[in-house]
Nanobody
Framework: QVQLIESGGGLVQAGASLRLSCAVS????????MGWFRQAPGKEREFVSA????????LYADSVKGRFTISRANAKNTVYLQMNSLKPDDTAVYYC????????????????????WGQGTQVTVSS
């Protein structure tokens, strides 16, 4: 069983930065496509970012492009989401997710592609 544990959320003012981390159990982290999603109250879960197995390819939602950066440390079984220039619209619960055996980085924007999810971490940005 793969377990994902997010950390790093919090309450910040607009314009501030946060770095989310997601620690993943298991011996084959390097074979997982990793994604970040978020869900605001009353809204559907939406794609934020994803990274391929080696970290060489990343993908971002238009709403966060240029402000957020996803990265991974395969030796540490951890994926990160660096969030800069935060806006009140970024307020949501952020979830990391793992897609097992997606060697071709296929359809990483789709939540249904992901096999395992973390419990989420709250990010609140005040104006």
């Amino acid at each position: 069983q793969v377990q994902l544990i997010e950390s790093g959320g919090g309450l910040v003012q607009a314009g501030a930065s946060l770095r989310l981390s997601c620690a993943v159990s298991g011996r084959t982290f390097s074979s997982y496509v990793m994604g970040w999603f978020r869900q605001a109250p009353g809204k559907e879960r939406e794609f934020v970012s994803a990274i391929n197995l080696s970290g060489s390819t990343t993908l971002y939602a238009d709403s966060v492009k240029g402000r957020f950066t996803i990265s991974r440390a395969n030796a540490k079984n951890t994926v990160y989401l660096q969030m800069n220039s935060l806006k009140p619209d970024d307020t949501a619960v952020y979830y990391c997710a793992a897609d097992v055996n997606n060697y071709y980085f296929s359809r990483p924007r789709e939540p249904k592609k992901y096999n395992y999810w973390g419990q989420g971490t709250q990010v609140t940005v005040s104006s």
